[in-house]
């Protein structure tokens, strides 16, 4: 047997598949459909201070190889996720990493600080690099900008700190130094890409938005590349997420550097996608000759 665990500053996780943010809600969604104590981790669906109704319907585009969608960071506030969405998702035994998003420098001081009190909460993972919220330039794209976010809640919770970096930008390398410099434990590597998706009969948007952010499989070479670059800069563990729909494609970013992977869009095709992978996995790395996962990260030459 192959040992899964990996450590993200103070938690360890039983294994590296993770359920990305934003895919599987609060995670009471896929109860049922997989054993959410088995995954290494659930990754809520992000946070703000106060609730955000988000952008109008529709809201996803399926695309050849993916999808786009422009979600709008719609949720009901960090406090209603604290008393409400909270309880049900730790009673199934889930690890639980928070996401959050602020929209001012104190807000990721204020978000880490409830989460650092909230039980059942094992890390946060803040959301720099939302690409739908209307905002001109994402903090992930801004070195100095992270290493404000990153800094606020890192002196605000004892709990690991995860940046989740975006994929929209020249040099990966540059803000993923900036997060690890700040005090995160790990950087997700990344979020959705910029896009856009036309009715061009009706000179429109699909989305109810004018763009959104596109993942699936057609995204995975770029991420894979991304996630290299990443691995190479930092000392902290980068865990990927881009277009995971095998257990093959985790092995693909473990190779290339990646400590843990985040299951994002496949949960959409099959909610228990996630479950399916890890099922393979041991198995596979064993076949390899791995003894532990950390014999095989980064193994790429």
Excluded at 74 to 89: Q, S
Excluded at 199 to 212: E, F, I, V, Y
Excluded at 239 to 250: L, R
Excluded at 263 to 269: L, P, Q, S
């Amino acid at each position: 047997m192959a040992n899964l665990e990996v450590a993200i500053g103070s938690l360890t996780l039983k294994n590296p598949v993770m359920l990305a943010s934003g895919t599987s809600g609060s995670g009471e969604e896929l109860h049922g459909l997989l054993q959410l104590d088995r995954v290494g981790a659930v990754v809520t669906k992000t946070v703000t201070l106060e609730p955000r109704e988000g952008h109008p319907p529709p809201r996803t585009v399926e695309t050849a190889s993916g999808m786009v969608n422009a979600i709008g960071l719609a949720n009901m506030g960090a406090d209603a996720f604290i008393a409400e969405k909270l309880p049900p998702l730790v009673a199934t035994g889930a690890t639980v990493i928070a996401s959050v998003a602020g929209f001012a420098e104190e807000e990721w001081g204020e978000l880490a600080a409830k989460m650092d009190a909230a039980e059942g909460v094992s890390a946060v993972e803040l959301n720099l690099s939302c690409p739908n919220t209307g905002e001109e330039k994402l903090i992930a794209q801004d070195p100095a900008q992270i290493t404000a976010a990153v800094s606020k809640a890192r002196a605000a919770t004892s709990k690991p700190v995860i940046a989740k970096l975006t994929p929209n930008v020249t040099d990966i390398a540059g803000p993923a130094v900036a997060a690890a410099d700040a005090g995160a434990d790990a950087v997700t590597v990344a979020n959705t890409l910029q896009a856009l998706v036309v009715d061009w009969r009706r000179k429109k948007s699909r989305l109810g938005a004018p763009q959104g952010g596109f993942s699936g499989p057609a995204v995975k070479p770029h991420i894979l590349y991304l996630v290299n670059r990443a691995a190479a800069g930092v000392n902290i563990p980068v865990i990927a997420s881009g277009g995971i729909m095998t257990v093959e494609d985790v092995c693909e970013y473990l190779c290339v550097g990646a400590s843990a992977v985040q299951i994002g869009t496949a949960t959409f095709v099959d909610p228990s996608a996630a479950m399916k992978i890890l099922d393979k996995l041991e198995p596979l790395l064993v076949s390899l000759g791995a003894e532990k996962l950390a014999d095989y990260v980064g193994s790429y030459a």
